[in-house]
């Protein structure tokens, strides 16, 4: 949104203008094809393993954002926060070692 900017208003004409800046931003298609090949993963996930395991197992996108949240963007995180992460690494750690 830094780059595209706001909407002025919810006027047709304007919402029109903010999705065609959008469009013209690379790194909003580097963004949807992301999220492409991350659907057909859990699409593929899905077809191979039991919808109990796959979907807990997505947590861990949790775990993947704080890493990359104090890797790539100097974020910081707090001991509580680094508390949750831990928490939900092992309640997936948990669920993997349920399903064998």
Request: hydrophobic share 60%; proline share 3%.
């Amino acid at each position: 949104m830094k780059v595209v900017g706001e909407a002025r208003s919810l006027r047709p004409g304007d919402v029109v203008s903010l999705i065609l800046r959008a469009l013209r931003v690379p790194w909003m298609w580097v963004g949807v094809g992301m999220m492409a090949t991350a659907f057909f993963a859990l699409l593929a996930a899905l077809s191979l393993f039991n919808v109990s395991f796959v979907v807990p197992v997505t947590a861990l996108s949790y775990v993947a954002g704080a890493f990359g949240g104090v890797t790539f963007l100097g974020e910081r995180v707090n001991r509580q926060r680094w508390l949750g992460v831990l928490l939900v690494a092992i309640g997936v750690t948990l669920v993997c070692l349920g399903n064998r």
